[in-house]
């Protein structure tokens, strides 16, 4: 919990105290957020309007919420970040609704962040790392399609163009094993050779950084999770996967002519409901040279009814 959660729930109580004249004010959930805006309305000299600190479970001398449904209360402080939505509805089914509803005060964001117990699990640091960076969420996209792909029984190979060092593809096949997609192989292309020579004005992305030649090494990290490797140039090796059903790709080639030469058999071979996930169609401006792999996206998949939702780098096969 922030000080700037705590700061902005003390500035918009002390607004909305004032704006409904409220009478009394229940504080929930034990934060250092409540503490601050308790501190905030007696400094202000409105102790006597404070009914008290109410939490679910009931901690730290605070009391259980269903005290409140037999007190009368016209305002709610909630003073969780990340659980204001868990709060607030264990507060309704403790209380129930009123024939007039308390006003509410809420601040920060921190609820929309990704949140899923196995991704937080699965996403502990590993001794290879991923370096799927070139776009904020692709790791939470990632899981995502995959858990969606589980829930609906979906089969086919999971494959990254672009392998590296293998921690994404490793981190792949662990979140494969964990959601019950054994019988999907999770397959890794690079050339482990550095970026091949520019084949298009579209190819524009190199970088030192990127080479890893150590193909052994790589192999003696992913096999124990199950992963097979394809070595050499994608814009060949990518016909290795003909006649396999795909059910995630993900392309993190960061140039345009490996992306394009393997996009039209991913796209063919993929299995409705399946995804194909870019690192650099909704990147960051320090990839704005993977333009390339972006071109290439949007060139094939949207022409072929794929949904992609904007900014997400995910093209899903609906039909
Ligand atoms: C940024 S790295 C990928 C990072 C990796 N996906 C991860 O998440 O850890 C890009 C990789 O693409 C590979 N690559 C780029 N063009 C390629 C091509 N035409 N054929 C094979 N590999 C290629 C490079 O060798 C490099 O390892």
């Known amino acids: 919990m922030s000080d700037v959660f705590a700061h902005s729930l003390v500035q918009r109580t002390l607004q909305r105290v004032t704006a409904v004249d409220a009478q009394q004010i229940a504080l929930i959930g034990f934060t250092p957020a409540t503490l ?29 919420l269903t005290d409140l449904r037999d007190q009368p209360h016209d305002l709610l402080i909630i003073g969780h970040d990340a659980n204001k939505a868990a709060i607030l ?21 921190a609820h929309l962040d990704y949140h899923d117990p196995d991704f937080e699990m699965l996403n502990a640091p590993a001794l290879v790392p991923s370096y799927a960076t070139g776009s904020p969420h692709t790791h939470e996209h990632l899981f995502q399609c995959l858990q969606a ?11 990254e163009f672009g ?31 550095g970026f091949p020579p520019r084949r298009s004005v579209l190819d524009l992305y190199e970088h030192p950084r990127c080479v890893f030649t150590d193909l052994d090494a790589v192999r003696a990290y992913t096999e124990p999770f199950g992963v097979q490797l394809v070595a050499g140039d994608i814009t060949n090796t990518y016909l290795q996967l003909a006649g396999r059903p795909l059910l995630l790709c993900f392309f993190d080639t960061d140039n345009y002519s490996p992306a394009r030469a393997a996009l039209e058999l991913c796209a063919e071979q993929l299995v409705v409901g399946g995804s194909i996930v870019f690192d650099h169609v909704a990147t960051t401006p320090d990839y704005v040279d993977t333009l390339g792999e972006r071109i290439a996206a ?18 899903t096969k609906i039909a």
Do not use: M, Q
Not at 149 to 159: C, K, N, W
Not at 302 to 309: A, D, T
């Open 36 to 64: 601050a805006v308790d501190h905030a309305l007696r400094e202000a000299g409105l102790e006597n309007r404070i009914l008290g600190t109410y939490d679910e479970p009931a901690a730290g001398g605070c009391r259980p």
């Open 89 to 109: 509805s264990a507060y309704r089914s403790a209380v129930g609704e009123r024939p007039s509803p308390p006003a509410v005060v809420l601040a920060g964001t």
């Open 149 to 159: 792909a589980a829930a609906h029984d979906l089969r086919g190979a999971i494959v």
């Open 163 to 193: 392998a590296f060092k293998g921690g994404t593809t490793a981190w792949l096949a662990r979140v494969a094993t964990h959601l019950g997609l054994t019988d999907s192989p999770v397959i890794g292309f690079d050339s482990w050779a």
């Open 298 to 315: 949007y060139e094939l998949l949207p022409p072929l009814g794929f949904l992609h939702l904007h900014r997400t780098g995910v093209f």
